[in-house]
């Protein structure tokens, strides 16, 4: 994303430290620069963003758990500026549309494939 958008302003969010601590290493490896933030979700998040982008877990465990996404979407609202937007992507099997409609005045599949789609979700 740094590439194709040099002057975008990234923010890199993760309960785990160590996967923030990979993400320092690959934006240092890079010579690119980045926020990161601890935080489960948006527990420790104060900013709105243009856009956010997510790959959410599905699995707790053995277990299918939609609730980390669930929070995503409906709380999306809050951490988007006025003509933000939201991307996840998702296995092809899951529709989360009624999960969209009650936040979303306009929400698609941006791309989609065997495996997985990337949902495309606007405020306005």
């Known amino acids: 994303m740094l590439y194709r958008s040099p002057k975008a302003k990234?923010?890199?969010?993760?309960?785990?430290?160590?996967?923030?601590?990979?993400?320092?290493?690959?934006?240092?490896?890079?010579?690119?620069?980045?926020?990161?933030?601890?935080?489960?979700?948006?527990?420790?998040?104060?900013?709105?963003?243009?856009?956010?982008?997510s790959n959410p877990p599905f699995h707790d465990n053995l277990y299918i758990n939609f609730s980390i996404i669930k929070e995503i979407i409906y709380n999306s609202k809050k951490y988007l500026t006025s003509q933000g937007e939201l991307r996840f992507v998702v296995n092809t099997c899951f529709n989360y549309n009624f999960l969209l409609s009650k936040t979303f005045k306009k929400y698609g599949i941006l791309k989609k494939t065997e495996k997985y789609k990337i949902y495309q979700d606007f405020l306005k």
Do not use: W
């Not at 996967?19 to 900013?47: E, P, R």
């Open 10 to 53: 990234i923010t890199l969010i993760d309960n785990d430290i160590a996967a923030l601590n990979c993400s320092q290493y690959i934006l240092n490896k890079n010579s690119l620069k980045g926020t990161l933030i601890l935080s489960n979700v948006y527990s420790n998040v104060f900013q709105k963003f243009d856009l956010i982008i």
